[in-house]
Each structure stands twice: as C-alpha cells, then as structure tokens.
C-alpha cells in the first residue's frame, strides 16, 4: 500500500532563517507531487506541483521554492522565512497513470511552520 | 473567477443525529466533485469523487449529491459519531485546469456526546 511521510510535524523558527521540509512516498512510482498551505479559515492554496524528477511549477510568486531530486520525494525550502510564510503545510500525491481528473489526492499529515 | 463557498461554516450536534453540509460552486467548465474529511491537525482524507454524470455517491455513513445545473452539492452524515467531528472540505476540478482545484473553506463539524 501507498504512504507518504511529512515531516517534522512542528518547526518554530526565527525570521530569516531558512526552511527545508521533506516529504517522501512509498509504494507507487511517478506519483504527481504537491505542496499546499493552508492558513486558519480559509482553502488550501496549492504551492507547487510535480509530474516528474526536476519538475517543478509554481502556482504562487513567493520566497518558497520546491524541489523533486528523487521520484518520489519533494522538498519545500526558502533561503530566508518571513513571518507570512507561518501557515499548515501540506504534502500530497496523486497517481498519474489514472485520469487525474478521477483521481485522489493523498495527503500527508503536514507541517506546522511558526515563524517568530 | 471560480469559486467554492461553503455552509454552515461550523456545526454542533448531538451524537447519533444526522446532519447535511452544503457546498455552493461557480466552476466551470465542471469536471468533478470531491469531499474530503480534515481532522485536526492532520492532512485532508478523500471520502468521494463525484463527476458530471453522478447524482449521489455513498462511503458508509457519508452520501453526497450532485446538482450539476443548480451547481450545488450536499454531504449528508447519518447516525453521526464522536469520531466524526472535524472539517470538511468541498473541492471542485475546472476541466481545463489540469492540476488546480478550487478548495472551499470547510464546515467545521463537533459532535457532542
């Protein structure tokens, strides 16, 4: 069966500091991967998206980016955090080899980033 | 602009009641419908996939409808329990946008004993 790993899954840290979240999958191949933050209140914004090993694409103009060194891990980082970036952040994956429009997404059970 | 607006934005009932979650969309054009279930602190877990063709899909005690003309659609909880306090998110999939899903923000649901 399929998992995917998140972690750590609480991170306080100053502003201007960098960021390295990770997230692997297990048990499928050429997943789709995703990062999506979710603030109090309101819907998931999705970050960045995957269909394959380098790349990336960027839905929001920010101080984040995302990279895919492997098939199935996904690395969300920032060289300098602004208090802005606090936020929930999700992983997820979804199974390209099915219509992605029928398909599910998988979610890790995410990040708690608190920038000070 | 697409949109996903979600009603009530929280709810309490008392255990073993039923209640319904409604969920309002402006995308278009449509290619389905999904409900996931948040609990907190945690990552969103699917409960259904409803496309253009389906009225009404169930996943044990959770059945959802579909509107496609009125562009509504409703998760009914039957015979809630403890565990089924948490949030729960409508998403809708623009056919042409691939990759993007327009979230709602999610009912907050408490069930009390």
């Known amino acids: 069966s399929q998992t995917i790993h998140q972690w750590p899954a609480t991170l306080v840290q100053p502003v201007g500091s960098p960021l390295s979240l990770e997230c692997t999958v297990e048990?499928?191949?050429?997943?789709?991967l995703y990062w999506y933050r979710q603030a109090a209140g309101r819907g998931l914004q999705l970050l960045f998206y995957?269909?394959?090993?380098?790349?990336i694409s960027s839905e929001v103009p920010q101080n984040l980016s995302a990279s895919r060194p492997q098939d199935r891990q996904f690395i969300l980082s920032s060289k300098k955090l602004l208090l802005s970036d606090s936020g929930f952040y999700l992983c997820?994956?979804?199974?390209?080899?099915?219509?992605?429009?029928?398909?599910?997404?998988?979610f890790g059970n995410g990040t708690r980033l608190t920038v000070t | 602009k697409n949109q996903v607006e979600q009603s009530p934005q929280s709810l309490i009932i008392l255990e073993g009641k039923n209640c319904t979650l409604q969920c309002n969309y402006t995308v278009s054009p449509f290619s389905n419908l999904r409900w996931y279930k948040q609990d907190t602190g945690r990552g969103p877990v699917s409960l259904t996939i409803m496309t253009f063709s389906e009225n009404t899909k169930s996943n044990g005690r959770y059945t959802a409808t579909l509107d496609a003309d009125t562009k509504q659609s409703s998760l009914h909880i039957t015979a809630s329990q403890l565990s089924d306090s948490a949030s729960y998110i409508c998403v809708v999939s623009a056919e042409d946008s691939n990759y993007q899903l327009i979230w709602g923000a999610g009912t907050k649901l408490i069930i009390k004993p």
């Open positions: 048990g499928t191949s050429n997943p789709n």
């Open positions: 997820a994956w979804a199974d390209t080899y099915r219509a992605f429009y029928n398909s599910p997404l998988h």
């Open positions: 995957s269909v394959g090993i380098g790349q």
